[in-house]
């Protein structure tokens, strides 16, 4: 909407200044038909002339090319960007589609995802993908790994591995740290992301080392998640929805109904979760009927 805006106000003056630069170049052109009319073998003038003719007009074609891209540099800047950030995000809907072990909640709205790798003890860990959503930080291993070697060196059988490694509310998450390492002067640093998760989190802390994206991107992506930011960026036409998301969130009991332990908090959109003692499956509790009179509305 604000490149249609920025293109609303430039078109006019775009279109005066083709008009002006098609103008000009026509004149030209038909000056230099006349010279090239003119050449003849017998009369080195004229081809000089001619010559002449066809430099000034290829000079006159860059400079009203230069003329107009420069009117237009105001709504290409933004529509680059507009192009790279559609590009970007059509690959991040690309790997939430293909992982049959990434599945969204009711409401749930994908953010981010990147390659990465899980560092574990300070050591190369999993390869796979990162992701992200206005609820939950995810890790999913997807990689090939060596079964069989041959003498320990060449590997002669391997075996694909995708699966669900980390899944963590984001509000659990307690402390994020980002910043680039190793390279020199400059060169080959890598970006890496390091949390340290609440003691109800399936880990105490996880350390990636992102893969063609910056840490400080998702430092700020994860901290708007967190602070609620990122609702006020929803859709309209979604409101209704999360609403309604939330309010069967708040019908989830704070205990297990079979052994009465304290239940983990339900994530907006959750159809149900699960008693992390005994394991049973626990519901939110049926709507209340609006009494005689009341708007279900309301």
Not at 287 to 293: I, V
Request: proline share 5%.
């Amino acid at each position: 909407a604000s490149v249609a805006r920025q293109w609303e106000q430039t078109r006019p003056q775009v279109h005066n200044g083709l008009s002006q630069q098609v103008n000009r170049l026509n004149s030209s052109l038909a000056a230099a038909a006349n010279s090239v009319n003119r050449l003849s073998a017998r009369n080195a003038g004229t081809v000089s002339a001619a010559s002449t003719a066809l430099a000034q007009l290829q000079n006159q074609i860059s400079a009203a090319r230069n003329s107009i891209s420069g009117q237009l540099g105001g709504v290409e800047e933004p529509l680059s960007f507009l192009e790279e950030t559609i590009q970007r995000f059509d690959w991040v809907l690309e790997q939430f589609h293909r992982s049959p072990n990434v599945v969204l909640m009711d409401t749930e709205a994908p953010l981010m995802a990147t390659e990465a790798e899980w560092e574990r003890s300070g050591e190369e860990g999993p390869d796979g993908i990162l992701f992200l959503t206005d609820q939950r930080l995810l890790f999913e291993q997807n990689e090939e790994i060596a079964t069989e070697k041959l003498f320990g060196l060449v590997t002669t059988k391997k075996e694909k591995r995708q699966e669900l490694l980390l899944e963590v509310p984001v509000r659990e998450i307690e402390r994020i740290d980002h910043g680039q390492q190793g390279g020199f002067l400059g060169i080959g640093k890598t970006e890496k992301l390091s949390l340290i998760l609440a003691a109800q989190a399936p880990v105490s802390r996880a350390t990636f080392e992102l893969r063609g994206q910056a840490a400080a991107d998702w430092a700020m992506w994860l901290k708007r998640v967190q602070t609620g930011e990122i609702d006020r960026d929803r859709a309209a036409g979604y409101a209704a929805e999360v609403q309604a998301a939330e309010a069967r969130a708040a019908r989830f009991p704070s205990n297990c109904p079979n052994c009465l332990a304290p239940l983990p908090l339900p994530g907006r959109g959750a159809e149900y979760i699960v008693c992390e003692y005994c394991g049973t499956v626990v519901q939110p509790a049926e709507a209340e009927a609006p009494a005689a009179g009341e708007s279900a509305i309301e």
